[in-house]
């Protein structure tokens, strides 16, 4: 390929998915990943379906769904006592959205992608740090730090939490929640304790969660236990460590605390996201992915988000390309911009909130276990706003849910006034 039509910064989940919407249409894509290899951290990630939908239409669900597991039930547990607090029916919830609730093993997700690139010819190229970009003329370009100029009508730039192009469009920092996650994926075999894969459950607690469903068929356990770290708090270096694993989960039931052991105990992450940003569009620069609106990850819609924008400019890249196959590139990022944004602020913000609400203790954990309990399990008006169809245009964005009070519980028996809503 001498000169691409769209150069692509980043190739994780976002970036490569990109690619592969852009390429499927004809269009000439070269993505540069700085890593020395294509790869994502071995752990696992949900799908609902507002992403099987974009799966499907990419010809790659069928795949998805042999690679990874589609489970029964999502269910949501207390974590001190163990007990269930509501759930969602997944077959149910299927035949509601016309598309499954898909968990699969992220570097699965990532060579799909990638494999889908490589057939549609994009061209990929790793060692390729980005270190700056440039425009004029109707193009634009990105730098790596060899001095290597790589041109094209647009760039997109997928480079995730730490983004680079980011600070072409705000001066900002990743915020830190002082929530810490250590992952564990293990073989079934090894989990020498019975855990039932047809579900994905997460228990929350104070200040803590932990989550767990299969991947691979079956073959793999993946877990996932998040804490608020005291040292991350009080902003010291060594936050995390695995004795403040423990405690953090040390008031939790019998289940969480034997999976502990088995968590990966060598390496944890934090996390962090950003605060929602209306620019996504610079002439013809673009963010993508985690690089325009990294979330916490109690939502699960992070590498969803960062598919769906693929996919939506992907759709106003065909709609605005002539007879000539020539693509209004302008006309197509400002329609991006147009719809993603909200979107994404919102389930960004949403998080933030859904976090708050899963690790309250005292009076308002039980508050918020009342109004769970009291919830129909056929009840999708919380979910709606976000599995539904991707929005291509503003007015097709579904109106939100709208919050219930923690004070609400009240009625349905518990405690006095709180104020953190869903
Ligand atoms: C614990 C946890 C659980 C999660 N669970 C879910 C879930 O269940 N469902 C879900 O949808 N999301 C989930 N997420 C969020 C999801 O992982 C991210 O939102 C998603 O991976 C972002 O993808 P991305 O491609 O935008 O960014 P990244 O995955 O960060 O990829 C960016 C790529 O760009 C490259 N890069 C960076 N800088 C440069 C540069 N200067 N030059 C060239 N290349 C560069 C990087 O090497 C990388 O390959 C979770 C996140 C966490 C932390």
Known sequence: MSTPDVVIVG?????????????RLGVRVR???????????????????????????????????A?????????????????ELTALDLRDLEREYGFPYLVIHRSDLHSLFLEACRDAGVGLRTEQRVVSYTQGGGKASATTHTGTIHEANIVIAADGLHSVARELFVDDQPVSSAYVAYRGTVPIAEADHPVDLSEVVVYVGPR??????????????????????PKARAGLDDWGTPDELDT??????????????????????????????GTWVDGRIALLGDAAHPPLQYMAQGAIMAIEDGWVLAEHVQRLRGTNGAVDWTGALAAYEAVRPEHCRRVVLTARV?????????????????????????????????????????????????????????????????????
Not at 211 to 228: I, P, S, T
Not at 377 to 405: H, K, N, Q, R
């Open 11 to 23: 190739g994780g989940i976002g970036g490569l998915s990109t690619a592969f919407a852009l390429s």
């Open 31 to 65: 993505v540069l990943e700085q890593a020395e290899q294509f790869g994502e951290v071995g752990a696992g990630i949900q799908l609902a379906p507002n992403c099987t939908r974009i799966l499907d239409d990419y010809g790659l669900l069928d795949e998805a769904k």
């Open 67 to 83: 690679r990874g597991v589609v489970p029964d039930r999502m269910v949501m547990r207390d974590a001190v006592d163990g007990s």
């Open 208 to 229: 803590c969660h932990f989550v767990h469903y299969g991947l691979r068929g079956g073959d793999l356990l993946n877990q996932v236990a998040v804490f608020e770290s």
């Open 248 to 277: 953090a989960f040390s008031a939790t039931c019998d289940f969480v605390q034997q999976r502990l052991p088995h968590m990966w105990r060598d390496k944890w992450w934090r996390m962090y996201d950003r605060d929602p940003i």
């Open 354 to 422: 859904w976090g708050e609400l899963w690790h309250l203790g005292g009076i308002r954990r039980e508050q918020r276990n009342a109004l769970l309990r009291a919830r129909e399990i056929g009840d999708y008006s919380f979910t709606d706003w976000v599995y539904g169809p991707t929005a291509l245009f503003p007015e097709d964005e579904p109106a939100m849910f709208a919050p219930i009070p923690l004070s609400s519980a009240d009625r349905v028996g518990v405690g006095s006034a709180g104020t953190v809503a869903p």
